[in-house]
């Protein structure tokens, strides 16, 4: 179902979390959660961004730097949000781990994890998707000159480890719940910018893809990479990997910038842009139950400001 002539995209965004979705509106966070017994809990909280209290953040480029640790951060937040709300979670009671954070950050300690969280996810993905990459392709150093061809192999390297990764994920049980919400909370966006009423029965009838996707994001990373990294020549691996580090934040905020005008324009060559991404999301959404939709739009509902146009995209 679409009608791009009524379609008015909204900056709302969200995170499918542990049977709920996670909302970032204009002003607030709303996180929705089903719980055992039933009920739908949600919980709001005002929106603390580095890009509220910084002209710089607003900057075309470094908003987009800034705006992919902002949501890592509430990523994980969310997350463990979710998680404290699960019967497993008060079940296993206080892990070693977690007493020994009590002990040396105290009140803060809550914060430190969500942050040693975040740090652990980027060592991850530096491993996955930058050393791992460049390590492989440097067996094919010697059949191979051109240093433009050689970072466009390692491109395709980190790509197909990309889609791997998502096959792989996509096979557990636990995560293909969590991408159920994901497709609800996809539905749910696509339900507002169509200007329908936010009902399950409405929402229902929406794809559960959605061009403003952070799987679409991903992708784009991925394939900016590409390119900037071509102007650096090929250097040895020690350099490669710091540079590409150092270049991260750059390619994430050109990449928010590509997303953020395709997701804006309904153009031939913005359509050709989100394709693949589009694409891709097969893999990282479900079509979710009614239950599933009453959730997000509930998350939904959290974060919406009675300014006109206060969310416009």
Aim: aromatic fraction near 10%; glycine fraction near 6%.
């Amino acid at each position: 179902m679409s009608d791009n002539n009524n379609i008015c995209p909204t900056s709302i965004g969200g995170q499918a979390v542990i049977e709920g979705v996670m909302m970032k509106g204009p002003e607030d966070i709303a996180i929705a959660i089903r719980k055992s017994s039933g009920d739908i809990l949600l919980h709001k909280q005002p929106l603390k961004s580095a890009a509220r209290r910084n002209r710089l953040f607003k900057l075309p480029v470094f908003r987009g730097m800034f705006a992919l640790i902002d949501t890592m951060v509430l990523g994980v937040r969310a997350l463990t949000f979710s998680a404290e709300q699960m019967e497993f979670a008060e079940e296993e009671g206080t892990s070693g781990f977690d007493k020994f954070v009590e002990k040396i950050f105290g009140d803060k300690a809550e914060e430190a994890t969500i942050y040693f969280s975040v740090f652990l996810s980027l060592v991850f993905t530096v491993l996955l998707f930058i050393i791992l990459p460049t390590f492989l392709i440097r067996f094919l150093k010697f059949s191979v000159q051109s240093t433009i061809v050689m970072n466009l192999m390692e491109g395709v390297i980190r790509i197909t480890v990309f889609i791997i990764y998502l096959l792989a994920v996509s096979k557990i049980k636990d995560i293909q719940r969590v991408f159920e919400y994901h497709g609800a909370e996809h539905k749910v966006i696509h339900c507002y910018e169509h200007r329908q009423e936010l009902t399950v029965e409405n929402a229902a009838r929406f794809t559960t893809l959605h061009p403003r996707c952070g799987t679409s994001f991903l992708l784009i990373v991925l394939v900016v990479s590409i390119i900037v990294f071509s102007f650096l020549g090929w250097p040895n691996l020690l350099v490669r990997v710091v540079s590409r580090l150092l270049l991260l934040p750059v390619v994430g905020g050109i990449s928010y910038e590509i997303i953020k005008w395709a997701g804006r324009s309904n153009s031939l060559a913005s359509r050709i842009v989100r394709k693949p991404g589009l694409f891709l999301q097969k893999l990282t959404t479900r079509e979710p139950d009614e239950g599933q939709l009453e959730v997000a739009i509930e998350a939904l509902k959290g974060v919406l400001v009675e300014q006109e146009g206060a969310d416009a995209w």
